[in-house]
């Protein structure tokens, strides 16, 4: 199979990727390991504020079938249930589907791979009842099943209170809200109110030492500041952060680099999102954990690049174009996330560096 | 750690832990081992580890594999459980025309003292059903297992260290001086000083040897392997290219590609070893496949291994070879004779460096 | 916490033997993975990566941008035999040969040159 442009992974980075290059007549394949397109969006029912033109403000579920959709009318293959695998010696990528192995030539790769959950780990982790928010979230709003009656999040990102707010939508009765850190991490003073309201407590400086129970969760023990609490539930949803999922970048012989504010180890890129190999692009939070408004927008930018370096947009056109992404960039991710931003950066700026040391080595 | 021993070892793999192991018997000796990563980093860590004796030929080369195989057992009352299995190999063949070479080989090996069987196909699938009625006929012979390398090399450091041998892992070797009586090693970690210096540096020998100025005729042979999920018990034997492991993973694998110490994996090699499996154990079709891994494996020009003294050099030596883990229980004892003594139990004067220089001369 | 808790639970390593395994000198989780057999179980390492980085940081106070994630492999999800038997090498000659052939029709010569 040949294409001109392969993107790995269907949720809003790729999605958002591929807009500008099939809008101007080039092939785009998208390939997902899932049944459908989306990805996390699929489930996510809370509303995003902050998205790039030609986005409003809309339920991530709403704003999955928007990306799809704006694609139809172009040249963009969309295959569902195909799994990236592996390289051929000659650089042709290799995608399970069924029963085989398609190998696909492209002119340019594009990993939009997302990111994994964290989890967290503690005495009775491994017990069914504990999951990822992200897990309970895929429970609750695209299979229609309760992941549990009575819940205890651990983790006060953004995401957790979300996916609060779902629990007690389904009617789950949700006892607290862990947090190891001396303050909540919500900053959304809009969504602090509404969880005031909600009156869950909230245990601040605290942990969970142990969930016990009998092949599931039963109990939980938090621990806070010595005084002990324990707590009869039946679901632990574990709010851990995020982190780039890496394999595919091995697998493509780009570099890695660690950077703490972007999530942990990610790809090295320069500010075209071109990774260490130069076929290779990144976009979304394979590029270093952000918001979806950053999503977005590095995928539209990894898109623009794609289209420069394949010749189809004139150079000036396409740098001035890049400077408008970026600078929407700042809008919504400088603002909404500055250290995200900033470590960004900071990390292309390093990279730029280490490619000028061994250009003129 | 001090910084002057008897004797110095570089490469800590399962030949240089054997070494050491076997050396440190007597505790008469200061014994240090060096080595640039952490155990099992390299060759020995990336292995189907057969113990494998009956098709090595010449034939004197088998009778060295089969004292070593014999070895095993004594071995592990020593150092403990290294999951040694002798459950006889075999090397099947698939047309009848391969049969008169493998009665020539069971004719040669015999010479040695390695009894080899030349099985029709019925006996080949009496003994062992999962294999191929394709199959036209097999070398067999009880001599052959196989062994977990990472017990392999873990227990022989622990039972060295039990005596008094000093390792030092993540410590690189940069270069190597003899003034005297005393070899100075210059390391990442600061100059040691030894007597006596054995070279076990698996494939990166032939950069220990620069340093020496001695040419070390190896090649370095990529080797790919794949593992299936942990099944049912399918296979009792060791195949040639395919092994059981105790706790059901299924290692599949026999690829031989130079390309220096590039460790990547690719899906030309993972497609003819995945049909290797099926042409060779059909049930292997239904298999998962969790992982592929390589490994770096040192090849000396000839194929045989490099054991004994280096020439011109007093009190240096090498130990160099393909089959490290089959080898690594006799090299051990050969070495320490060598080093007590002067001379070995059995003569090693085919596996001396210089017959490479008279093959030239 | 509690040195019977399970790290990588698809081989049912626990913090203990983690910590045997850095206190042997391990710095990275490759290291662990290799003497442990954690991180090998089916879902190849992507729960307990960064829950074995955090005891290597804890154990031995290695910064964790000195801790490398773990050798990430080919196929990088669990599929099938036949799948990856679906296709030949696309290069005419292959690589994977035959223990047989190698060894029982080279006798008396160079048995490696092939």
Redesign the interface.
Known sequence: METDVLIIGGGPAGLNAAFEPASNGMNVTIID?SFSFGGQLRSQTQYFDHLPRPFNRERGTNLSRKLIDRLLPFDVDFLPQH????????G?I?V?H????I?INAKKVIIATGA?E??I???G??LPGVMTIGAAQILMNRDRVMPGKDAIIVGSNEFAFDVVQQLKDVGANVHGIVESDSQMRLQNSQKIEAFKNLGIPLYVNASIT?AQGKGKVEKVFLGRNGEKINLDVDLICIAGGL?SI???F??M?CK?V?N?ALG??IPEYDKHFETSNQSTYVAGNAAGITSIGGILTTGELTGVSVMASLGVLKSEEAAERKRDLWHQLYQIEGIQRPDTYHARLAAIKDFNTSKDRTLTK | MKNSYDIAIIGSGAVGSSIAYHLSETKQKDILVIDKGFPLAGTSGSTQAWVWVHPKTPSWYGELNMYSAELYPILEKKIGDVEYRRTGGIAPFFSESDRKDALKLAEAQAEAGINIDVLSRKEVLEKEPALSPNIAGATFSQLDGNVNPFRLVELYIKAAKKNDVTFSFYNRVHDIQKRKDTFTIHTEKGEFAAKQLILAGGPWTKELGNMINITIPVKQVRGQILVTEPLAPLLKHTIGGIRQANNGEILIGYSKEEVGYDRRTDLDVIHDTANMAVQYVPDLAKANVVRCFSGIRVMPEDGLPIIGNLPGLENAFIASMHSGITLSPIVGTLMSELIFDGETSIDIQNYDIQRFEKMKA | MDQSTIVCRCEEINIDEIETAIKMGAETFDDIKRLTRCGMGPCQAKVCMNLVRQLIYDYAGKPLSDIPPARLRMPLKVTRMETLASNDSPSSSSSVISVFNESASNQGGDIREK
Do not use: C, H, R
């Not at chain 1, 990236?84 to 000659?90: A, S, T």
């Open positions: 390991e799994t990236f695998v592996g390289k051929y010696k000659d042709t290799g399970s069924k029963n085989e192995v190998p994994a964290e989890a780990m503690f005495p982790w491994t142990e982190m890496l394999e595919p091995e697998i012989d890695l660690y703490q942990g180890w």
